[in-house]
C-alpha cells in the first residue's frame, strides 16, 4: 500500500478517536444512576462520566509496582464492586487530585500499599494491568498518569480502594475502584422455592435475575434463574403469573418506573422466546422505587430492592 494511504488512514483514524472522547468533554452532569463511594466523594469541580457497580465481581488491583515490566503484588478481588470515573475541566494538577482522593481515603481508615507516579508504578505495561472503564467514560495516558491502592479492615471485613488519575488534552481523568471482598450470596432460587413462595405468600423476589446499570437487556448469568421459572410453569400447566420488576431509589422517579417494566418485558419476552412459554401466561409490569424490602439509605438495603419477583394473580 503507498505511503500516503497509510498516512491517510492514520490521520482519518485519529479523527475518529478524537471524536469518540468529544462528548465525555461536552458533559456537564454525572450520568444517570451514578453517585459517589461513600466517605471518598470526589473532587471539585468534577462530573462522574462512567459508573458500575456490581453486587458481586473481581477487579485487578496492583499492590505494588511493577518490576522489569512485569507485576510483582497482582491482586484479584472478589466481592462487591465499585467502579466510579471522573473528569475534572482544565485547571487542578494530577498530582492535586490525586492528593485529594488520597486523603480522602485516609480519613476513611484505608491504608496505603502503593502510591507512584508514572515511571515508578512501570510506565504503560503498567496502567494495561488495572481494572479501567472504557474510553469515553475514563482515559489513562499511560506516559502520564498516578495510581494510589489502599487497604482497610473493619469489622472483619477488608475492602480494597484504587484511584487511577491521568489527562486528557487538558481535562484531568480519574477512576476510583472500590472492591468489598465477600463471598457471592446464593441467589438461585429453584422451582420448589418459587412454587413455595407463591403457595405461602403469592409472591417471590428472584435476585438470579442480573441487568447493567441502566440497562433492560438480559444478562447470560440470569439463564439458571429463567430456566427455574420455566420449570416451574411447565410443572403446573394452570399457573399464570405477573413479572413485577423493581429498581432502588437512584435516579427519576419517572425513569425508573419505565426501567422496573422494560426489565420485566424483557424477562417475559426472553421465557417466551428461549424456553417455549405461551405468552397469555405471563404479564410485565414494573412499580420502581415504589415497593422497597430494604433501606434505600444503605447499599445493602438498595441491593434488595432491585429485583424481579413472581407475583400469582
Known sequence: ???????GLSVLAILVAAHAIAPASAQTRDVA???DYPGIGRFSGSVITGYVMKDFDATRM???AFKDGQPTDARRLEGRVFRIAYRTNPGPSILEVSRNFETQLAKAGFETLLACDTDACGAIPFTEAIDTLPVPQMWVDGFNYRYFAGRKTE???????SVIV???NQDITAQVTVAELGAIANKMVDAAAMAKGLGETGHIALYGIYFDTDKAVLKSESRPTLEQIAKLLASQPQLNVFIVG???SQGAYEYNLDLSKRRADAVAAELVKSFRVAQTRLR???VGLLAPVG???TDAGRALNRRVELVAP
Not at 500500500?1 to 498516512?7: H, Q, S, T, V
Open 1 to 7: 500500500m503507498p505511503l500516503r494511504n497509510i498516512f
Open 155 to 161: 469489622g472483619g471485613r477488608e475492602t480494597f480502594a
Open 33 to 35: 444512576g451514578a453517585r
Open 246 to 248: 423493581h429498581t432502588d
Open 166 to 168: 491521568s489527562q486528557n
Open 295 to 297: 433501606s434505600n439509605a
Open 284 to 286: 410485565s409490569a414494573g
Open 62 to 64: 496492583q499492590a505494588a
